[in-house]
């Protein structure tokens, strides 16, 4: 049987070991060891405007490495349409409209930090990552995944506290995690579906 | 609505903050920097002999922190009882039964190494450790917590290469990760049957 690694890659088109070079150095300390290009590439994944002018001011600079709070406050007043909240595509639209786009935004960043290599925000607040487990009320298709690079690549394009190689290296990070999401969406649908019909078929008259 | 994290620490007894304790400095380097602690307390999880005093030799210990497939065929090798496996409860055993130890071993040790500041072995190997997702086939109720941290108990009690401070510090991670797992095959279950109840209810004749 197919890993989910070995589907993740081939539908992916990036190999595990470039999918993971993201581990070879420490991507947190090499943008500078602050949350603020994460905070910076999940604001833009999930809000069109750019708001990274304001964080260059060094006085503001200064306060979000040490309040993020503050940091959220003010990702708040700032005008500015949403991407994947407005997406054309109403499908796509339904798998973040249970969701504020503010926790949308602390949940991505505070994800990306950790797995980037700086300290374990979403752990302490939420526990493990659990990528399968978190995403499987979602209907995480190959068209979803497309969708979701798609507006990341945009992202992360638009984010100029990220360097050019960094960038490469979690987009392919990014794209075998959109597809290692699918086949585990599939797998856990597969196994419900066994256990649905079994139930189904024992209790007919419920 | 409780989260997954209110839920492991309610059950397991143990708050976030002494779950992610591990995380406060690096186990891994502080217990030598290599394999052989985790591969230790893995094998100890899964078989009940004392192989701890043959790594101790310091040639082998140089061998293991080069090859470690020399090491698994080493621990092949040694003769002895298995915990998990042999487990007196049969709906315990069952929970392994699809898994050769060997490759059980190497999962584990591999997901602990990369989860307690070491290489990320795990993930370049099998992709993300998706936690709830991988346990999603298995019945992870509360008594199979508890049975699984009673053999990380006796397994962790007997690895002499970790010290007294890693091991409580392991010992409150399981904990909570255990009840963790609990809540999340929970929440994933309660989806499934929602799903599938809707779909025996409109399709009744089939």
Redesign the interface.
Known sequence: MQ???DK?SEWSGVA??DA?AI?DGNIFESLGGTPQPFVDLSTNFYTRSAIAPLFLDQRLSALIRTDLDFLLTSTRLIPGSNRVYEDEEEWFREIFSGSKKEDAIQNQYEFLIQRMGG??LF????????????H??FLVTHRAAERWLHHMQQALDTTESIDADSKVKMMNFFRH?AY?LVA?NE??RK??QS??CK??TSK?AE
């Not at 526990?127 to 978190?134: E, M, Q, S, T, V």
């Open positions: 890993s989910l690694q993740a595990a070991a993971f581990d300290p374990p752990s302490e607040r939420r526990g493990h990552p659990a990528l399968i487990g978190r499987r009320p995690t290692f585990g797998m856990t196994q419900s256990v649905a139930h189904a007919p």
